[in-house]
C-alpha cells in the first residue's frame, strides 16, 4: 500500500487525469471493498479462515501491477475496483484469523497486528521514497514489492493455513439481522472514530493554513505525521494495556485521550495544535483494532461476518467523514468540521461507557 500511493501522481500525469477523475477511481477502490465485504464470511466459511487469507494476500499483492498496466481511464477504473475486492477479502479474513488464534491461544495481539499495518505502510512509502530517488522504474519496484508479500507469506503461511473459523451455537431461527443488532454500538463506534481518521489525514493540512494559520506547506503536514506516528506506536501497547483494563476501558479511555487532543487542536496555536493531533494519534490507535476484537467474540456469529459488519459500517465512516466534513466547512469553517469530530468521539465514548455498565450490571447479576 505504501509502494502505491507513491506512484499515484505518476499515473495521474501518464494518463493525463484531473482531481476528479483521480477521485473517481480512487472511490472505485473504495467501491470494491464494499461490494465484496459481505461475502466474505461465506467464501471464509467454505473455503477456510487461513486458506482465504493466503488467496487474499496473493492476490491482493499481485493485483497492484494492474494499474500501472492501465493504459486509459477505464483501465484504470476497473483495476481499481479488483485491488478493492482484494483489499476488501484481506482485511476480513486476516482481522478474522488474528481472533481466532486469540480465542485459541488465549492471548491478544489484534492491537499489535494493526501496529504492524501501519508501519508497513511507513516503511513501504519510506524505503519506496529510496528507490523513487534511485531512478528504479516504478513497474520493476512494484514486482519487487509483489515478490517480496508473496514468498514471505508463503513461507509464513503453514502457521496459519489450516486456521477455520471455531462454529458457535447460533440461533437457526433468527434473522440476520437480528444477530447484527448487538453489533450496532460497536459498528457506531467503529464508523465515528474511521470518519474521524479519514478526516485527519484529508483536512489536517488544510486546518494548519487556514485555521493556524502557517504558511509553510511542508510544516502543515507534521500534524498528520505525529497523528500517524502515535497511532502506529500506540497499537504496539494497545495488547497490554486491554489484557490488563479490558477491551471496553481501552476503548473509553482512548476516547477520552482524544477528546483532550481535539480540545488541544481547537485551540489553533500551532505548537499546542501539533502536540494535539498526537495525541489524537494515540488515543484513536487502540480503538478500532478493540473493536474488532469484541466482535469477533460475539456470539450467535461467526467472526468474519461480525468483523465484516462493523469494518463495513467503518469504512463507510471513512469514506463519507471527509465528505461531511468538507460540506460543514464550505458552510462555516474547517473549525466548526473539527468540533463536530470532537462531537462523535465523545457520543463514541458515551455508548462504550453504556457497554460498560451494562455488562458490568450483568455480571453482577
Known amino acids: ?168 451455537n447460533e440461533d437457526k431461527s433468527a434473522s440476520s439481522f437480528s444477530k447484527l443488532i448487538p453489533l450496532l454500538g460497536l459498528a457506531f463506534i467503529a464508523f465515528g472514530i474511521m470518519a474521524s481518521e479519514g478526516a485527519i489525514e484529508h483536512w489536517s493540512n488544510l486546518y494548519f493554513l487556514e485555521i493556524v494559520g502557517v504558511s509553510n506547506k511542508s510544516v502543515a503536514g507534521l500534524g498528520f505525521v505525529l497523528f500517524s506516528t502515535t497511532m502506529t506506536i500506540g497499537r504496539f501497547f494497545g495488547d497490554k494495556i486491554s489484557t490488563e483494563i479490558g477491551g471496553l476501558k481501552v476503548i473509553i479511555y482512548g476516547g477520552i485521550l482524544a477528546s483532550v487532543g481535539f480540545g488541544f487542536v481547537l485551540t489553533s496555536q500551532y505548537l499546542i495544535t501539533l502536540l494535539g493531533f498526537a495525541i489524537i494519534g494515540l488515543g484513536l490507535s487502540v480503538i478500532i483494532p478493540e473493536i474488532f476484537r469484541a466482535a469477533g467474540k460475539a456470539k450467535n456469529i461467526s467472526a468474519s461476518a461480525a468483523i465484516s459488519f462493523v469494518s463495513g459500517v467503518g469504512f463507510i465512516g471513512f469514506l463519507i467523514g471527509p465528505v461531511v466534513l468538507g460540506f460543514i466547512s464550505n458552510n462555516s469553517n474547517l473549525k466548526m468540521s473539527f468540533i463536530t469530530l470532537l462531537i462523535v468521539v465523545i457520543i463514541s465514548i458515551l455508548i462504550a461507557l453504556g457497554k460498560f455498565k451494562s455488562n458490568t450490571s450483568k455480571n453482577n447479576n
Not at 501518464?14 to 480512487?26: Q, T, V
Not at 485459541?104 to 494493526?114: D, G, K, L
Not at 519506496?128 to 517480496?148: D, F, K, N, R
Request: hydrophobic share 50%; net charge positive.
Open 1 to 168: 500500500m505504501g509502494t502505491w500511493v507513491l506512484y499515484i501522481p505518476d499515473i495521474k500525469e501518464k494518463l493525463r487525469l484531473n482531481d476528479a477523475e483521480l477521485g473517481i477511481a480512487l472511490f472505485c477502490l473504495a467501491a470494491g471493498i464494499i461490494l465484496i465485504l459481505p461475502f466474505v464470511p461465506f467464501l471464509s466459511k467454505k473455503i477456510g479462515t487461513g486458506k482465504l487469507t493466503l488467496i487474499g494476500i496473493s492476490l491482493f499483492a499481485c493485483s497492484f501491477i494492474l494499474p500501472f498496466l492501465a493504459t486509459n481511464y477505464s483501465s484504470l477504473c476497473m483495476s481499481l475496483f479488483v485491488i478493492g475486492i482484494f483489499s476488501g477479502t484481506t482485511d476480513i479474513t486476516m482481522n478474522a484469523l488474528v481472533s481466532e488464534i486469540e480465542k485459541s491461544e488465549s492471548s491478544n495481539f489484534m492491537s499489535a497486528a494493526h501496529g504492524f499495518f501501519s508501519l508497513g505502510g511507513v516503511l513501504g512509502a519510506g524505503i519506496g521514497s529510496l528507490l523513487i530517488g534511485l531512478y528504479i522504474p516504478s513497474l520493476t519496484h512494484v514486482i519487487l514489492m509483489i515478490a517480496l508479500v508473496l514468498i514471505t507469506n508463503f513461507i509464513v503461511s503453514k502457521n496459519y493455513i489450516k486456521i477455520k473459523e471455531t462454529s458457535k
